[in-house]
């Protein structure tokens, strides 16, 4: 498989950013048998038109969703578009767009949409090599699912993404597919034939203390006691302030790490979303499972840094274990949460990224509110988790 990058900083005029992209991409790679675009972009940016006029002025499908900030080859962007194209005669790339996932039976729509790009002379127990999923923010429902039923209708095929951001308004976060702009429907490609996908994911665990209980009661993302204590008062136990007007925004540097016993080597991390004083309860972005041992970690700039430099440490080594399967891009995903921690130092991320790259090498990546990655992966299955504050990379 061979890839180009392109970025734009054209925000208003859509037809001029279609054409500097489009030229980019065209002066770096030639097409081959098939190819597909990824476009992540600014909350500005129309992204409907957008990749409507690049799939006119490439002859490719382009998918994408909007983003905090952008990562490609040269570090961390604001205000821009950065498109990857992914080309190959080997692997075929299919792709759909579910229906809306706001009302009805959401489970059913995101297997659909799989479905959708299934090639019809697939064997029954065919797997594809990757499936990539743009989805909406702010489903009556926790990001979990997409993992979950993706993993079960296609035979634990590896699943990466995450949930589309905007810049912290929350109003504005779309997914996009040739020419349309949805805030209520996951993208979905699916990666068939020739693909050797390497991952990799670091979370930032450091101990805030050593009081680590057990969830002894909760339903979905909402915790209601951990230990013998109201969620409440565990997380006062800490010494933390819990009447706050922005639990989200306050709570971004003190995420609860999770452990589940005899489940995943990593674990999981899940950043709070609101509180209930009321009924002594805490809503998280991402389910959290009853029997889990839960600990309240403190994240600062530096544990960010090194995470991200852990993680593409790991997937460099992956690299040259393998170098019969010329691998040419990283795609990378962090967390909405970890550009909050960084603050004025945002393209820290960015930086550690473009330094460890090989020369040659393409990287394009966004900010997610959610990201969706496996934890395990091995003979082309995935143990794919929903998770937070973490940096996930993929490379083809």
């Known amino acids: 498989m061979k890839s180009a990058v392109a ?27 098939h190819a597909v675009g990824l476009l992540y972009c600014d909350a500005d940016t129309d992204g409907a038109t957008l990749t409507g006029a690049l799939k006119e002025a490439l002859g490719i499908e382009v998918a994408g969703m909007t983003t905090l900030a952008t990562l490609d080859t040269n570090g961390r962007h604001e205000a ?99 020419g349309a702009a949805y805030d209520d429907a996951m993208v979905i490609i699916s990666l068939w034939g020739g693909v050797q996908p390497a991952f990799s994911i670091r979370h930032v665990t450091s101990r805030f203390a050593e009081r680590i209980r057990r969830v002894s009661s909760a339903e979905g993302n909402v915790v209601y006691t951990v230990g013998d204590e109201s969620f409440i008062e565990y997380l006062e136990s800490f010494g933390l302030d819990t009447q706050v007007p922005d639990p989200l925004l306050a709570f971004t540097s003190y995420p609860m790490m999770l452990t589940r016993e005899g489940g995943d080597e990593v674990p999981l991390m899940r950043h709070i979303l609101e509180l209930d004083h009321a009924a002594g309860s805490g809503a998280f972005v991402g389910d959290v499972p009853v029997g889990a041992l839960a600990n309240i970690c403190l994240v600062n700039k530096a544990d960010v840094v090194e995470a991200c430099r852990e993680s593409m440490a790991a997937l460099m080594a992956e690299l040259e ?60 299955k995935g143990v794919n988790r929903f998770h937070n504050c973490s940096i996930t990379l993929c490379m083809l």
Do not use: N
């Open 7 to 33: 970025i734009s900083y054209e925000l208003d005029d859509t037809a001029v950013a279609a054409r500097q992209l489009a030229a980019a991409i065209r002066e770096k790679i030639d097409l081959a048998a």
């Open 80 to 178: 821009a578009a950065v498109l990857t194209v992914l080309t190959s005669d080997d692997c075929d790339f299919r792709v759909a767009v579910s229906a809306s996932l706001r009302t009805g039976d959401s489970a059913a729509a995101i297997e659909a949409a799989y479905h959708a790009t299934v090639p019809a002379d697939a064997a029954a127990d065919a797997r594809p090599g990757l499936l990539w999923v743009c989805c909406p923010y702010g489903m009556p429902f926790s990001g979990d699912r997409y993992p979950e039923v993706l993993s079960r209708v296609a035979g634990d095929a590896p699943v990466m993404r995450g949930v589309a951001s905007d810049d912290y308004d929350y109003e504005r976060a779309r997914t996009f597919l040739s």
């Open 321 to 380: 274990s393998h170098p019969e399967r010329g691998y040419s891009t990283v795609l990378c995903i962090s967390c909405c949460g970890r550009a909050m921690i960084l603050g004025t130092e945002g393209d820290a991320e960015g930086d550690v990224l473009a330094s460890m790259l090989p020369q040659g090498m393409a990287l394009a990546g966004s900010y997610c509110l959610g990201e969706i990655c496996p934890t395990f992966y091995a003979d082309g």
